[in-house]
């Protein structure tokens, strides 16, 4: 083997592609092998685990296999063991950080096209990285090329995590109960890998949709959030007369629900009920929920005797928020669920247990089960280009700043609550964008509050 030589890139890094929380961009014009292999040997440096181990995961796109050994490459010449999981979810990656108690790197793009790729990055039992808890180090090191070589480099070995992950899930909410018959849509992505490995373990009866890993997403775009992309689980289930649907994004952390009618289940639904389940085992605990989650949320945690705590948007905030707060539970509005007992992480699939564990343990339809936590009627996020940003935030604010029954805070962006309804606006930090959530008692008010908001948004813009 030759001696190993300090990694570096061989041209400039786009801008851009490091993002808040994770590096993603094309392939291969913005990321590249030597890109990735700089990566490797800057996130050994930076996490100072030479002479220690790492593990690494990739999902199911044509360029992730040669992305990951060079990635491998970079760190091991860094002086780190690399453990290679193989195809895996990020929650997977994230089960083999927290039980290895060693840093992770996951290669994936998530729900983006089939010629993006990226890495996730975390620190030993799953700590995430970002922009301002190492990723700019990391991003820095990885284009100065001042990355020497490790005196002794350390090793690349194989390993499979995936029966230990799903015995891991299956430990913390073991689905009983009637059998049920769950339509479950993985969009060609790492939930063909993971749920047949959780699901054919349970009682249950599986319909499966688009289970074989392509990572050219030759059905839908592997992106729940996306009203079109759902569309063939709501067919289906009703096709089928199942009792429920799962749809997954393509790196399957996230998870979506469609109920026995074929209508899709708001994530802040799904939310309210795994934290009144949570809530159960665990009287009092503390339960995360970010601003544009629906109201009932933290309605429906003090009413179970929990203490809800409300957070900006963003893993980042949630995760960190959990850890100063010790909270068993936390929810996004985008389909992301995160568990203390799995190490503050995210994973689609616990979520999907839950919502199956539920179902299962009662004698009533998911769309009968899920009506009391649904008590709010919600605009969905709802994008304007604006030329300015911060003059438009300002209009909207002094548009409301003395209307009766109003409070204002700045949390993230702008919120104006009121008892009967409430709206969030937030710059996107990475386009000319603002975001609108609102959301009101009945259907009327709700429409009312969003046409007039987007009305003082879209004014001269």
């Known amino acids: ?76 010449t860094a002086g780190a063991d690399v453990t290679l999981i193989g195809l895996a979810s990020t929650d997977q990656l994230y089960f083999a950080s927290g039980r290895l108690g060693i840093p992770g790197a996951m290669f994936t793009a998530s729900h983006n096209p089939a010629r993006y790729n990226g890495i996730k990055l975390c620190r030993a039992n799953a700590v995430p990285i970002g922009l301002d808890t190492g990723l700019a180090e990391i991003r820095d090191l990885a284009v100065s090329g001042e990355l020497e070589p490790a005196a002794t480099p350390g090793s690349v070995s194989e ?82 007369q199942a009792d429920i649907g799962l749809a997954f994004d393509g790196d399957a952390d996230r998870c979506f629900l469609v109920d026995e009618r074929g209508e899709v289940v708001s994530p802040s639904v799904l939310t309210a009920l795994i934290a009144s389940r949570e809530l159960e085992r665990e009287p009092g605990a503390t339960v995360i929920h970010n601003l544009i989650t629906s109201r009932a949320v933290p309605e429906i945690v003090e009413e179970r005797g929990g203490r809800p705590v409300r957070t900006r948007v963003g893993h980042s905030f949630i995760k960190a928020t959990m850890a100063q707060t010790g909270a068993i539970f936390g929810g996004e509005h985008s389909g992301h669920f995160y568990f203390r007992d799995f190490w503050r992480a995210d994973s689609g699939m616990l979520a999907a247990l839950h919502a199956l564990d539920a179902l299962a343990s009662s004698d009533r339809a998911m769309s009968e089960l899920l009506a009391e936590f649904s008590r709010f009627v919600g605009s969905g996020e709802i994008n304007s280009e604006v030329d300015d940003q911060e003059a438009v935030m300002r209009r909207v604010e002094e548009a409301y700043a003395d209307a009766e029954g109003v409070s204002i805070d700045h949390l993230d962006g702008l919120s104006v609550l009121h008892e009967d309804w409430w709206f969030n606006v937030r710059p996107s930090n990475t386009e000319p964008l603002l975001r609108l959530n609102a959301e009101g008692k009945n259907e009327a008010t709700m429409a009312k509050v969003r046409d007039d908001v987007l009305a003082t948004i879209r004014t001269g813009s």
Not at 36 to 61: L, N, P, T
Not at 185 to 202: E, F
């Open 159 to 240: 390993a499979d995590v995936l029966a230990d992950y799903a015995d891991y899930l299956l430990a913390l909410v073991p689905v009983t109960g009637r059998r049920v018959k769950v339509v479950v849509d993985a969009g060609n992505g790492m939930a063909g890998h993971t749920a047949p490995a959780v699901l054919d373990r349970l009682d249950v009866e599986v319909v499966p949709m688009y289970f074989e890993l392509d990572g050219t997403f030759p059905h839908h775009e592997a992106n729940p959030i996306e009203p079109e992309n759902i569309r063939d689980l709501q067919d289906r289930v009703r096709q089928e």
């Open 1 to 76: 083997m030759p001696p190993p030589t300090s990694p570096r890139t061989s041209r400039p890094v786009p801008a851009g592609i490091f993002k808040a929380y994770d590096i993603r961009g094309l392939v291969p014009d913005e990321l590249d092998a030597d890109l990735s292999r700089a990566v490797g040997a800057a996130f050994v440096q930076v996490c100072d685990v030479a002479g220690g181990s790492i593990v690494v995961g990739h999902d199911m796109r044509p360029s992730s296999p040669d992305l990951v050994r060079a990635f491998a490459d970079g760190a091991r």
